[in-house]
């Protein structure tokens, strides 16, 4: 509709007040079309389908057909009032005092607005670019990695001892007494990989298939289980069996579980290097990225809509269900996210609200504009890890929605680029692994 009379009170910096005037010879003309389209295809009793008289319809259902009629032009024209006047609407509108005037049918719409805000700062913050290197003794890390991953494991006549595996039954008491989940039967367990509690594992070493043993640890203050915390327990170990770990040799059969056919031992590091360097720059982008935010966001603290702030945290949960799903198994749909209340996320949910209108604010202020050959390149750099690299490329080249995620990734490096620009920049050198560390905490 062109014919709406619009006036604009801005109530805040993030509220702002319309309220709209809509002709009611443009309300009536959409309640007697809807009269006479009822009356073709009502079913009523006395009267043959598409031969109820209007006034028959008018009289028993008008006054209804008229308010789902001013509830559809409202619902149409507050959207439309909201887009001539340009205002960044967040949420729904809250639609208040409705009434007829003059010929009008008058209302008023209070929705919350995206934040204006002035980005403070920028020329102040100080951000660490952490840089690292792959070295050769990183590369036989990966590579002994790789083969642990593989590992089998025979059976040992000697002392149980850190990477061994160890099939026992256990029991524990506290107090003398049994408790719920103490006890279990052939359990398997690789020593030192941290599973037990601590002391468990620690107690186990020595010991010998055949032989049993008491030991004695304490559960963690922490610990999940409520009537646990803190208490001494004993558990009876009754170790059955003892295996040592065995790495599959660096071998033909071996470097063709990844791919190499050719060059074997030599070709298999020169992948798993360029792999790790890719590992690498993406983690440096993504660790100064988050540096470069953090110190921004602490410059720049102000009060966002409840709307914004809802929808944020709404979708972290449902984040978080999926996350639950994917690693414990099952449907996300059967889990109840409403056990998961608003406080585990209001922190984050503000951070990014925040985040997001920094972001956007300095889109708009510097004109920062999409720079596809970045976008192309990163597509490009994605599909080298898949032996496919040019059916990876189609895909995200070719599907909307894909393309415009690596789209948003990239216009928020070139925001991220903009603010080192700004800032008094550092330069740390780390190691590779503490670089993915840091990256891998910082995204927690």
Not at 34 to 55: E, N
Not at 396 to 407: F, I
Request: zero cysteines.
């Amino acid at each position: 509709m062109s014919n709406l009379d619009i006036a604009v009170a801005v109530i805040s910096d993030k509220e702002t007040q319309l309220t709209v005037k809509v002709p009611v010879g443009t309300i009536q003309s959409k309640v007697e079309a809807r009269v006479r389209h009822l009356a073709k295809t009502a079913k009523i009793d006395g009267f043959r389908k598409g031969k109820v008289p209007v006034s028959h319809i008018r009289a028993q259902y008008g006054a209804g057909i008229q308010q789902e009629t001013i509830n559809d032009v409202i619902r149409d024209t507050v959207f439309e009032a909201l887009a001539e006047k340009k205002i960044r609407a967040v949420g729904v509108p809250n639609i208040d005092d409705v009434k007829l005037e003059n010929d009008f049918l008058v209302y008023q719409a209070t929705v919350e607005t995206f934040p204006k805000i002035e980005v403070q700062g920028l020329n102040e913050i100080e951000v660490e670019r952490q840089v690292a290197n792959v070295s050769d003794s990183d590369v036989d890390t990966m590579i002994e990695n790789l083969q642990k991953q593989r590992q089998t494991f025979e059976t040992k006549d000697g002392a149980l001892e850190d990477g061994d595996e160890a099939t026992f039954d256990f029991e524990g008491s506290i107090d003398g007494e049994k408790f719920e989940g103490g006890s279990a039967e052939d359990y398997r367990l690789i020593i030192g990989s941290g599973r037990m509690i601590p002391g468990f594992e620690d107690g186990m070493k020595g010991m010998k298939a055949g032989e049993e043993k008491v030991i004695t640890v304490t559960f963690p203050e922490d610990y999940q289980a409520e009537n646990l915390k803190g208490k001494e327990a004993n558990f009876k170990i009754n170790l059955k069996a003892v295996k040592t770990p065995k790495l599959p040799e660096l071998d033909e059969a071996f470097f063709e579980l990844f791919g190499v056919k050719e060059g074997g031992l030599d070709k298999l590091k020169a992948d798993v290097r360029r792999n790790m360097e890719r590992e690498v720059k993406n983690a440096a982008r993504n660790q100064v990225k988050h540096a470069a935010f953090d110190a921004l966001i602490e410059k720049n603290e102000f009060d966002v809509p409840k709307a914004m702030l809802e929808q944020e945290i709404e979708r972290q949960r449902e984040q978080m269900v999926q996350r639950f799903a994917a690693q414990f198994g099952g449907n996300a749909k059967g889990f109840d996210k409403n056990t998961l209340p608003n406080e585990l996320f209001e922190e984050p949910a503000l951070r990014a609200v925040r985040l997001g209108v920094i972001v956007n604010q300095l889109i708009d202020s510097q004109k920062i504009e999409l720079d596809q050959d970045r976008v192309t390149a990163f597509i490009a750099e994605a599909a080298e890890n898949y032996e496919e690299p040019q059916e990876v490329i189609d895909y995200y080249t070719n599907d909307k929605q894909q393309r415009a995620g690596v789209e948003a990734v990239v216009l928020e490096d070139q925001v991220v680029d903009y603010i080192l620009s700004q800032a008094k920049v550092s330069e740390k050198e780390v190691k590779y692994q503490e670089l993915l560390a840091n990256q891998q905490a910082a995204m927690m």
